[in-house]
Nanobody
Framework: QVQLVESGGGSVQAGGSLKLSCAGSGYTVSNQSMGWFRQVPGKEREGVAITDSEFGTSYAYSVEGRFTISKDNAKNTLYLQMNSLKPEDTAMYYC????????????????WGQGTQVTVSS
C-alpha cells in the first residue's frame, strides 16, 4: 500500500523559510515522478514544483528562484525547500506521485499525501 506523509508545515513571517518533507512507504521515491501542489479554499489545486527522471525539475513561475524540490533516496523522502516566503504562499501543501511523466496537472497523479498547512503572515 502506497503512503505519502507530509510534514514541516507551520506559520512563518514573510521572508522566512520552511522545508516540507514527504516520506514515502510502499513506494520508491528515487525513480518516480513526483510533485508538490498547493491549494487554498475555493481554488483549484495548483502545481508548485515537479521532478521527473526525464527532465529533472520544473517550477511554477510564482515560486521560481524561491522554492527547491529535491529527493533523499536513502530516506525515501521528497522535500520542498521554501525561501523568501510571501503571504500569497499560504496554502495547504500536498505531495503527489505518478507512474507517468510528471506534470503540473494535479489530475495526472495517482497518489497523494494528506497535506501540511503553510501560513505566511505579513
Amino acid at each position: 500500500q502506497v503512503q505519502l506523509v507530509e510534514s514541516g508545515g507551520g506559520s512563518v513571517q514573510a521572508g522566512g523559510s520552511l522545508k516540507l518533507s514527504c516520506a514515502g512507504s510502499g513506494y520508491t521515491v528515487s525513480n518516480q515522478s513526483m510533485g508538490w501542489f498547493r491549494q487554498v479554499p475555493g481554488k483549484e489545486r495548483e502545481g508548485v514544483a515537479i521532478t521527473d527522471s526525464e527532465f529533472g525539475t520544473s517550477y511554477a513561475y510564482s515560486v521560481e528562484g524561491r522554492f527547491t524540490i529535491s529527493k533523499d533516496n536513502a530516506k525515501n523522502t521528497l522535500y520542498l525547500q521554501m525561501n523568501s516566503l510571501k503571504p500569497e504562499d499560504t496554502a495547504m501543501y500536498y505531495c503527489a506521485a505518478t507512474g507517468a511523466t510528471a506534470t503540473f496537472d494535479f489530475e495526472e497523479y495517482e497518489y497523494w499525501g494528506q497535506g501540511t498547512q503553510v501560513t505566511v503572515s505579513s
